[in-house]
């Protein structure tokens, strides 16, 4: 029951003590908000998500929040976004919180709000506790001196930081007296909830799990073995509806999830330092990204960008703990994630020559073959050059599709459930570590229409051989340019380098495109590597290098930024 304030009259008093949110729901004659049709299977229970990121742009569930107050309650001050600058830990800064100017003093408005808060907490038809609170994605509220916590509702309504002494006008605002303020999960702020369109969000998320584990350092005399991509996570195919990883809170406590990735096929158990991962997630609901370690807790580098919805997925190296493992989490919200590892560091011992541990042979990114897959369907390209010992290479591939699906890239005859990069209405670009003995690789095409696909090759992996280099690990800053006119980084690249591993992230305004990355040669006639619309895109890029050291960038998005930091360094071995 919520607590009356002294001020109220004894009338007041004596009323509100007997009716509780739930009756009030029903007794109340205030106007309330369109009966929806009342799911079969409620969305899952509210888990808390406090804000971790700024990006203070109004989400789609929270516009559709402030039009239902607005298409219920009429004309109102309804504010959902905060600057960055404003000294403060809220879910505006995220654009998912939504205040509502009603004043809790004046006793019409009071009631109406009063009405509202009653009918978002009061259990559902089904005796289930806060039903619309879970239908709507409504996290928490703040209002009149109190919080409430759809994350917690036993708890009922408590003092909200020490309001009930805080009586005078001017603390209105800090104790909600003058609004009340929604703030909501990631679902709900992406208006997936089941109130909109009568579909219940099931999932759930992945069990944190709490194995030990230190990060092995990737050492400079390690070597890279690709192999045929090997599936060791999906969180898709977890429980009965799946489960998504969770964000790290900004109270440092760790809820990553951690993936077993040695002694899986073709991977061995021990002598593991890092692996390449593609990582793929699937259905996110905020706009971020998952970061990747070899310990948990560790905030370790950025593996993919994520948007809000829709699929996103990169190439990364990750290092892999003495316990064989490596942490995923979000940063903001929550996506469900695959990952398939292309390939393994390992020490150099005689159990890694016997795994054909190969050396890097850098190569001037050039296209060396184009072809329509068609659809649904599969075809074969020959690498031209190949050299002799090969085990691998390294590939960007550029595709054109008008229908959702992915491109594989696995050896001949080998099957996969490894998504390389999507297929989408336009175009993408992906990096990937392809296996290969003799330089011919599959593509297949998961589309349901044909999918054009530039392959650029960028280099070779190959059984030891004089002249081929190592790749030694990095963390270098090259800087941020704009993702327009020709610019060239200088000054940052290692003497004897032969190529360099990028990772690069990628911005857009309003318009998409794409950015060229290259070093020794010409520039190539494909992109590298994304622009996005509105939205952030991360992945790996080997750059082979000339005698000037430099780093060449080019795209054809002037407002979009481009962020290279330099995870690698090929040199020979």
């Not at 090969?390 to 008008?402: C, D, K, R, S």
Request: proline share 6%; hydrophobic share 40%.
């Amino acid at each position: 029951m919520r607590r009356i304030l002294p001020l109220l009259s004894a009338l007041a008093v004596a009323v509100a003590a007997v009716v509780t949110p739930a009756v009030a729901a029903k007794q109340t004659t205030a106007v309330l908000p369109p009966e929806r049709p009342y799911p079969a299977v409620l969305d899952a229970p509210i888990e808390y998500e406090g804000m971790t990121t700024c990006d203070p742009v109004a989400r789609p569930g929270a516009m559709m929040l402030r039009q239902l107050l607005l298409d219920t309650y009429g004309k109102a001050v309804i504010g959902i976004t905060r600057a960055c600058d404003q000294d403060s830990i809220s879910e505006h800064k995220e654009g998912r919180a939504v205040d509502w100017m009603v004043d809790f003093r004046n006793p019409a408005e009071k009631a109406e709000a009063q009405a509202f808060v009653d009918w978002v907490t009061a259990p559902g038809p089904d005796g289930t506790p806060a039903a619309n609170a879970r239908r709507l994605g409504i996290m928490y509220i703040g209002w009149g001196d109190e919080m409430w916590r759809a994350y917690d509702p036993d708890r009922g309504w408590t003092e909200l930081k020490g309001c009930y002494s805080l009586q005078g006008s001017g603390s209105d605002t800090f104790c909600h007296r003058d609004h009340v303020h929604f703030s909501m999960t990631w679902d709900g702020a992406a208006g997936r909830t089941s109130y909109w369109d009568g579909t219940p969000v099931l999932d759930t998320a992945c069990k944190v799990a709490r194995p030990g584990g230190r990060a092995r350092a990737l050492k400079a005399s390690a070597a890279f073995v690709p192999v045929k991509p090997v599936r060791v996570f999906d969180s898709r195919k977890k429980g009965e509806n799946g489960c998504y990883l969770q964000q790290r809170r900004w109270s440092g406590d760790d809820r990553s999830t951690p993936v077993k990735v040695v002694g899986k096929k073709r991977l061995p158990k021990t002598g593991v330092q890092a692996v390449a991962v593609r990582v793929t997630a699937y259905a996110s609901n905020a706009p971020g990204w998952l970061s990747g370690s070899g310990a948990p807790g560790a905030n370790g580098p950025r593996v993919v960008s994520l948007g809000m919805d829709g699929t996103s997925a990169a190439t990364a190296i990750v290092p892999v703990s003495d316990t064989g493992r490596i942490w995923l989490a979000t940063v903001a919200g929550h996506a469900r994630v695959a990952v398939d590892v292309l390939g393994y560091f390992t020490r150099a011992s005689a159990a890694a020559t016997t795994a054909k541990t190969g050396t890097w042979q850098p190569a001037a990114s050039s296209v060396v073959a184009t072809t329509e897959l068609p659809a649904a369907g599969a075809a074969e390209v020959a690498l031209p050059g190949a050299p002799k010992g090969l085990t691998g290479a390294v590939l960007t591939l550029n595709t054109t599709g008008t229908s959702a699906g992915h491109v594989r890239v696995t050896p001949p005859g080998s099957k996969t459930r490894a998504d390389a990069l999507d297929v989408v209405n336009g175009t993408r670009s992906a990096t990937v570590f392809a296996a290969s003995s003799d330089g011919r690789v599959t593509l297949t095409n998961t589309a349901q229409t044909p999918t054009s696909v530039n392959v650029v090759l960028s280099g070779w992996i190959t059984t030891a051989q004089q002249g081929g280099g190592r790749l030694r690990p990095a963390s270098v800053d090259l800087g941020t340019v704009k993702a327009g006119k020709q610019q060239t980084l200088t000054g940052k690249v290692p003497a004897k380098a032969q190529a360099v591993v990028l990772s690069v992230t990628t911005k857009g305004r309003k318009k998409a495109g794409g950015v060229t990355i290259w070093g020794a040669g010409q520039r190539p006639a494909a992109r590298t590597v994304d622009v996005r619309s509105k939205r952030s895109s991360t992945d790996l890029v080997v750059v082979a290098i000339g005698d000037d050291r430099a780093v060449k960038v080019a795209g054809d998005v002037p407002k979009g930024r481009v962020s290279l930091r330099m995870v690698g360094v090929i040199k020979a071995s």
